[in-house]
T-cell receptor
């Protein structure tokens, strides 16, 4: 019974390149959240998705960032034209449709922009 | 974090002492309040949760209390040990998960 799987665990990109972060939720979970975390800081909400729908993207920068959760396959967080300030750990979490249940986190992707 | 305030941001205690972390929230319709522990370099993991139909829940050295009227909930760790050192996040679920800004707990041996 696999938990939330994120890949890659570590990603190095040069400035201007694109970064694609993948998240496979717990089997049967239809809710996915993406969070960004800088060292020694908290979890900053980015986006909340359900299958094929973006529910809340209030934490996503308007430019360069996008997210999707297709009917089939993992959720993808895409960062175009990365800059040094995008370097951070990006965590994905998933939860089920059942009310009042926990969100499970993936191990995170640590993005380094050089 | 959005809609949830967490205090203190850092907490240092001596091994064996108790630690208390408090959170307040604004959405009165929230019914689920989990606490997560994040060790250095690792993912946040659930350690205890409470639902709005109870006021307190205990699991060995960890307890959580909820006051829905005042909209605050607290994490209590008794007989702290060095391995309790980590960052703790409170959260509540109202349409989506809102997380507190985290408390860095340091337990000194």
């Amino acid at each position: 019974n696999a938990g939330v799987m994120q890949n890659p665990r570590h990603l190095v990109r040069r400035r201007g390149q694109e970064a694609r972060l993948r998240c496979s939720p717990v089997k049967g979970h239809s809710h996915v959240y993406w969070y960004r975390q800088l060292p020694e800081e908290g979890l900053k909400f980015m986006v909340y998705l359900q299958k094929e729908n973006i529910i809340d993207e209030s934490g996503m920068p308007k430019e360069r960032f996008s997210a999707e959760f297709p009917k089939e396959g993992p959720s993808i967080l895409r960062i175009q034209q990365v800059v040094r300030g995008d370097s951070a750990a990006y965590f994905c979490a998933s939860s089920s449709d059942r009310e009042n249940t926990e969100a499970f986190f993936g191990q995170g992707t640590r993005l380094t922009v050089v | 974090g959005e809609n949830v305030e967490q205090h203190p941001s850092t907490l240092s205690v001596q091994e064996g002492d108790s630690a208390v972390i408090k959170c307040t929230y604004s959405d009165s319709a929230s019914n689920y309040f989990p606490w997560y522990k994040q060790e250095l370099g690792k993912r946040p993991q659930l350690i205890i949760d409470i639902r709005s139909n109870v006021g307190e829940k205990k699991d060995q050295r960890i307890a959580v209390t909820l006051n829905k009227t005042a909209k605050h909930f607290s994490l209590h760790i008794t007989e702290t040990q060095p391995e309790d050192s980590a960052v703790y996040f409170c959260a509540h679920n109202f349409n989506k998960f809102y997380f507190g800004s985290g408390t860095k707990l340091n337990v000194k041996p």
